[in-house]
C-alpha cells in the first residue's frame, strides 16, 4: 500500500535528519558504456563522497593522482591503468575506514552502475576491493519513489527535479555529458560535476527531510487513496492541524456555555 510506502520513507529521512553523523553521500563518474570498442568495462574517472553531517567532501580522481606522480594532463590516457588503480586504493582504503556508515547513492545498482561496477574495476586491476554491505546502501532515487509516488517527476528525473525546484547546479553534467567529458580527456571538468551531484544529492535529502522539496504527485498519489492513507494525509498537514485545533477550541467552549 502506498501509504505504508510512504510512511516508511518518511520513516528513513527522519532518520537521516536525526543522526546525520551517520550517513554519506556517494557519486562517481565513468567512461561511456556505448563507446568502448575493445569490451572492457567503463573506467571510473572520479569518485566523490559527501559526508552529510559537516558537509566535507573527500574526492578521488585521474588527475589528482596524476598530479601526485608528476603525470601531466596530457599523458594520463597513456597511464590509465595505472592512474586508476591508485584511485582506486585510495577509495577502498577510505570504504573500510568508514564501514558504519551509510552510504546514499542514485541508481547505483549494478555491474554497469553501481559499487559492484566499481568493485569490478578495482578486480580488473588486480585490486582487493572491499565490498561495502548492501545493508549499508540507500538508494535516493527509489527513496523518492517510495515517498512521492513513481509519478512525482518527469524523465529524466534528476535534471527534471532540479528545474522543477529552481536548483542551480553550476558544473552539473548529465551522464551522457560526463561520458563525453572523459572523450574530451577533460578530467577536471569531469570531477567538478562529480563534485556538484553530491552537494545537489545533500539538498534534496535536506528539502525531503524538512517536507518542501516540490513535487508533481498529487495528494493521493504520495498517500495512497484509503482511509489511512487520507488520515496520514491530513496529519501531516499543519493547516488542517490548525483548522482541527481551533474547531476542538470552538466546541470545548460550546459544550462549557452548555453546562
Known sequence: MQYEKHREARKIFAE???????FLIIHYSCESFYDIKDG????????????????????????????????????????????????????FNYAKEHQSYTWIHWNMRDINYGFKAIEHRFSVL???????????????ARLLIQCYGVGYIDHPRMEKLLDYNKIKAKDYLTGKGEAEAFENKEYIKLHMSTLRKVD??????????????????????IYGISFQGVFNYCKEQWWLQLIWTVLMLFA?????KMI
Open 126 to 140: 588486480s585490486g582487493e576491493p572491499y565490498k561495502i554491505a548492501d545493508t549499508k546502501k540507500l538508494d535516493l
Open 200 to 221: 545537489v544529492f545533500a539538498n534534496l535529502i535536506n528539502r525531503s527531510v524538512n517536507n518542501t522539496l516540490k513535487v508533481k504527485s498529487k495528494w493521493y498519489e
Open 40 to 91: 572492457h568495462t567503463p573506467r571510473i574517472t572520479s569518485i566523490a563522497v559527501y559526508d552529510y553531517s559537516s558537509a566535507q567532501t573527500d574526492s578521488f580522481s585521474l588527475h589528482k593522482v596524476a598530479e601526485k606522480n608528476h603525470i601531466s594532463a596530457d599523458e594520463i590516457e597513456c597511464h590509465y591503468d595505472k592512474l586508476e588503480r591508485n584511485m582506486l586504493d585510495e577509495f
Open 16 to 22: 537521516i535528519d536525526k543522526n546525520p553523523q551517520n
Open 252 to 256: 470545548g467552549a460550546f459544550v462549557g
